[in-house]
């Protein structure tokens, strides 16, 4: 009882108890840099004899014929293998290189470009050639894209100006176009922290950190994780204070229904009070034993029974109601859709099932 006590007064003085920490961390509004390739360093090439260029030349036209048919599996181990003939011809690393973006390897794509810069970092392609690294280099690059800039510095300023769910919706445009970037994930889970919406807000702080294990604000983010694994609501706190009419909307986070219940409950005990007037007729006997009618006033309480069971009623269903609200938001089973920013009307009002 003295922990619902306590609640109950952070309710009526109107502290939200789930975002008492939720300046703790600052949103991080910084843009990544352009990517910069940093190829690594190639040991000097062994220049080819004649039968070697010879042969190479060979395989490269047998690649360039796989390639073109589609077989690109074939066409990589042909210019690898004269790759390996030619070391010096810079245009059999590019090649090698595209095919090995076409077979999906990454590493290998990029160790050849790199080494066609290496090879040949004038060429009039070398723009060309960096952009492709650019492009399947690990990690997002928003600095090439217009769109996700201004989502991002949407995101930023609209959670400057408290509007938690335009936030949530900013962020979650950026990264769903740039999964990788991870200050979009922790800044979304700031948004989704203020909107009571812990679960969700953990789980884009656990993506942050494996996107970024060596960041500076680990420590200060896992706090962060454990503060709001504190907060998740009770359902049994939420029930025991439904029973309070509205209390276990106000627990909850559901103002503007935690007011409809109590108005609910509230307007039916003062219909049930209300007294009416009414018409008697009854049968006295006088000081002689005879018996007369009389018509009088009287005040009646006609609908009290039914007023305090509606009052009832309507405290019971909204206690049941934040308690399974309070269940779901603590295992997850509910997740925040992008409404007004000041909050959630009720179950299925700014929340979905998943």
Not at 137 to 161: I, Q
Not at 205 to 222: H, K, N
């Amino acid at each position: 009882m003295r922990r619902l006590r306590s609640l109950w007064r952070g309710l009526v003085i109107g502290m939200p108890l789930a975002s008492l920490s939720a300046q703790e961390l600052p949103l991080k509004r910084a843009l990544p840099a352009p990517t910069v390739v940093a190829c690594p360093a190639f040991p000097a090439p062994i220049s080819p004899v004649r039968a070697q260029v010879d042969e190479a030349n060979r395989l490269a036209t047998l690649g360039a014929e796989a390639a073109l048919e589609g077989d690109h599996k074939s066409a990589r181990d042909l210019f690898q293998q004269a790759a390996q003939l030619n070391q010096v011809d810079a245009g059999l690393a590019n090649r090698l290189g595209r095919e090995d973006a076409e077979m999906g390897d990454k590493p290998a794509a990029i160790r050849e470009y790199c080494r066609y810069l290496f090879l040949s970092p004038s060429a009039s392609d070398a723009g060309q050639i960096r952009d492709r690294l650019t492009a399947i280099l690990p990690g997002p690059d928003l600095s090439r894209g217009t769109t996700m800039v201004e989502r991002f510095r949407a995101g930023v300023a609209a959670y400057d100006g408290s509007n938690w769910g335009d936030a949530v919706l900013a962020f979650t445009d950026v990264v769903t176009a740039a999964p990788g970037f991870a200050p979009a994930f922790y800044d979304r889970a700031l948004a989704l922290a203020h909107q009571h919406h812990q679960p969700a807000a953990i789980r884009d702080f656990d993506q942050y950190l494996r996107l970024t294990p060596a960041a500076g604000d680990s420590d200060a983010v896992r706090e962060r994780q454990l503060a709001l694994r504190r907060e998740l609501p009770s359902a049994t706190v939420a029930f025991w204070l439904g029973l309070i009419p509205g209390g276990g909307q106000y627990y909850t986070h559901q103002p503007v229904l935690g007011v409809l219940v109590t108005a609910a409950a509230v307007g039916g005990v003062v219909w049930g009070v209300q007294s009416q007037t009414v018409t008697k007729t009854a049968t006295f006997t006088d000081r002689n034993g005879h018996p007369y009618t009389q018509t009088f006033q009287a005040s009646e309480q006609k609908n009290l029974g039914a007023g305090i069971g509606a009052a009832a009623g309507v405290t019971l269903i909204g206690a049941i109601e934040a308690a399974v609200v309070a269940h779901n938001r603590s295992s997850g089973l509910l997740t925040p859709t992008v409404v007004a920013s000041q909050g959630q009307v009720g179950l299925g009002l700014g929340l979905k099932f998943r």
